[in-house]
């Protein structure tokens, strides 16, 4: 089976020896009502309400949505605006911490006992896409089309980021245990555990832990960037392709990250709903570079101070990886659900833009075969069908492109603005 086009990237995992670290409860969160794909959240409290861990303070009646939950005791001392990096704005909960971390009677491990009520506690437990887009969990698990395979994206193949892989070597039975919890609930034959192949004790770990379990696949990935992106990693593990304007549930396939697995095990088991996150800090800035897991709402800054970071030398901050990660304004910025990096640059190659030399490097190196110089033309005169023609939709944003462009042309940026002219259902 021929595997999908991609790029040979340095890995840069410096932390994939470098076991969690708790961070100690910050004085302050600030926990926004949007930290997912979807609907934002309304705030279910009020200032000066006390909370405690695992309260449900957000909620949205859509069903493209999922709660928020505090990750600590406090007092609310603030609801305010709050923008995030996309520029999107929506409520934003403050509290201050009283140290004691009281947990909610609202903790208890949730009563499953058919698929629909599983469906309901996913949603309930808060649970998004770990792995960065957010996508909310209770919808992905309930697709209106039989499924046969569910895919555990274990890929984790931007640069520096290893918070997945540490998710593998520190809690392995969580996640064989949630593979098999979710596939006996909804019925799903076949499990695969795709993991890129400079992963090997992760491989072989799991390929002794699954050695006598014919449902569940350990299939090594080519170590080839962008092997997580969704239509990659199904092509590239069952051979199946999902077409322009299909769902992965459209050819039989679930894909969930393998954290948001581990998640949901442990939540069927405790009910503790989504509250921390696991980041690696890395970056040429970062004195220290370490695995973190903190509470939601915790400030980047504090991260970066902790792991030893002079923020006076600090030129850009980028919360995810170096491809597909998101530029902060604001290191007071708050680490949200769908963090999993946090990388601080002081210094980074900044290449002016030139004329296009129509070398192909940005065809030859597109995962999916698209032609980004030729998008990027349309997009300039605005040509909506044309860019139908080109395909722009079928654009996952992993900024191969871009990269490979010796004219250092933003296409991966133009890719983006050319799909939000096309007009959706």
Not at 341 to 356: F, G, H, Q, V
Not at 378 to 389: G, P, Q, S, T, V
Not at 397 to 405: A, L, M, P, Q, W
């Given at each position: 089976?021929?595997?999908?086009?991609?790029?040979?990237?340095?890995?840069?995992?410096?932390?994939?020896?470098?076991?969690?670290?708790?961070?100690?409860?910050?004085?302050?969160?600030?926990?926004?009502?949007?930290?997912?794909?979807?609907?934002?959240?309304?705030?279910?409290?009020?200032?000066?309400?006390?909370?405690?861990?695992?309260?449900?303070?957000?909620?949205?009646?859509?069903?493209?949505?999922?709660?928020?939950?505090?990750?600590?005791?406090?007092?609310?001392?603030?609801?305010?605006?709050?923008?995030?990096?996309?520029?999107?704005?929506?409520?934003?909960?403050?509290?201050?911490?009283?140290?004691?971390?009281?947990?909610?009677?609202?903790?208890?491990?949730?009563?499953?006992?058919?698929?629909?009520?599983?469906?309901?506690?996913?949603?309930?437990?808060?649970?998004?896409?770990?792995?960065?887009?957010?996508?909310?969990?209770?919808?992905?698990?309930?697709?209106?089309?039989?499924?046969?395979?569910?895919?555990?994206?274990?890929?984790?193949?931007?640069?520096?980021?290893?918070?997945?892989?540490?998710?593998?070597?520190?809690?392995?039975?969580?996640?064989?245990?949630?593979?098999?919890?979710?596939?006996?609930?909804?019925?799903?034959?076949?499990?695969?555990?795709?993991?890129?192949?400079?992963?090997?004790?992760?491989?072989?770990?799991?390929?002794?832990?699954?050695?006598?379990?014919?449902?569940?696949?350990?299939?090594?990935?080519?170590?080839?960037?962008?092997?997580?992106?969704?239509?990659?990693?199904?092509?590239?593990?069952?051979?199946?392709?999902?077409?322009?304007?299909?769902l992965p549930s459209d050819v039989g396939v679930i894909v969930i990250n393998v954290s948001t697995v581990a998640f949901l095990y442990r939540y069927v088991q405790t009910g503790m709903p989504l509250v921390t996150r696991r980041l690696t800090v890395d970056g040429n800035a970062v004195g220290e570079p370490k695995n973190i897991r903190t509470v939601t709402g915790t400030p980047f800054v504090s991260l970066l101070e902790y792991c030893k970071t002079n923020m006076e030398n600090v030129k850009k901050i980028i919360a995810g990886g170096p491809m597909m990660g998101m530029s902060i304004p604001d290191p007071n910025m708050p680490v949200v659900k769908t963090?999993?990096?946090?990388?601080?640059?002081?210094?980074?190659?900044?290449?002016?833009?030139?004329?296009?030399?129509?070398?192909?490097?940005?065809?030859?190196?597109?995962?999916?075969?698209?032609?980004?110089?030729?998008?990027?033309?349309?997009?300039?005169?605005?040509?909506?069908?044309?860019?139908?023609?080109?395909?722009?939709?079928?654009?996952?944003?992993?900024?191969?492109?871009?990269?490979?462009?010796?004219?250092?042309?933003?296409?991966?940026?133009?890719?983006?603005?050319?799909?939000?002219?096309?007009?959706?259902?």
């Open positions: 089976m021929k595997k999908l086009n991609g790029l040979k990237l340095k890995h840069r995992k410096n932390t994939q020896d470098s076991a969690t670290i708790d961070f100690p409860l910050p004085e302050k969160v600030i926990i926004p009502m949007s930290m997912h794909m979807g609907v934002p959240c309304s705030p279910l409290v009020k200032l000066k309400d006390t909370v405690k861990v695992g309260q449900k303070i957000g909620d949205c009646d859509a069903p493209f949505s999922v709660p928020v939950h505090s990750g600590v005791s406090g007092t609310v001392t603030a609801i305010t605006d709050y923008r995030n990096a996309m520029g999107t704005v929506c409520k934003a909960v403050e509290i201050t911490t009283d140290g004691k971390q009281e947990v909610s009677e609202e903790v208890k491990p949730p009563v499953i006992t058919d698929k629909e009520s599983f469906i309901k506690a996913v949603r309930e437990s808060g649970a998004c896409g770990l792995g960065g887009a957010g996508f909310p969990t209770h919808i992905k698990l309930n697709p209106k089309t039989p499924i046969d395979t569910i895919i555990i994206n274990a890929a984790e193949c931007e640069p520096y980021i290893t918070a997945d892989y540490r998710e593998m070597m520190e809690y392995p039975d969580d996640i064989i245990g949630g593979i098999n919890y979710i596939k006996n609930i909804l019925n799903i034959p076949k499990a695969i555990l795709a993991i890129e192949a400079n992963k090997p004790e992760a491989i072989k770990n799991f390929t002794k832990m699954a050695e006598n379990d014919d449902t569940i696949d350990i299939f090594t990935l080519p170590s080839c960037y962008p092997q997580g992106a969704e239509k990659v990693i199904i092509h590239n593990s069952t051979g199946r392709i999902v077409m322009e304007g299909q963090s999993n990096a946090l990388l601080a640059i002081k210094s980074y190659d900044d290449r002016k833009t030139s004329s296009c030399i129509r070398c192909g490097r940005c065809v030859a190196v597109c995962p999916l075969g698209l032609m980004p110089a030729e998008i990027e033309k349309a997009y300039k005169i605005k040509n909506i069908e044309e860019l139908k023609e080109l395909k722009v939709m079928l654009c996952m944003n992993c900024g191969s492109c871009t990269y490979v462009c010796p004219a250092n042309r933003k296409l991966a940026e133009s890719n983006q603005l050319a799909k939000a002219l096309i007009p959706r259902k």
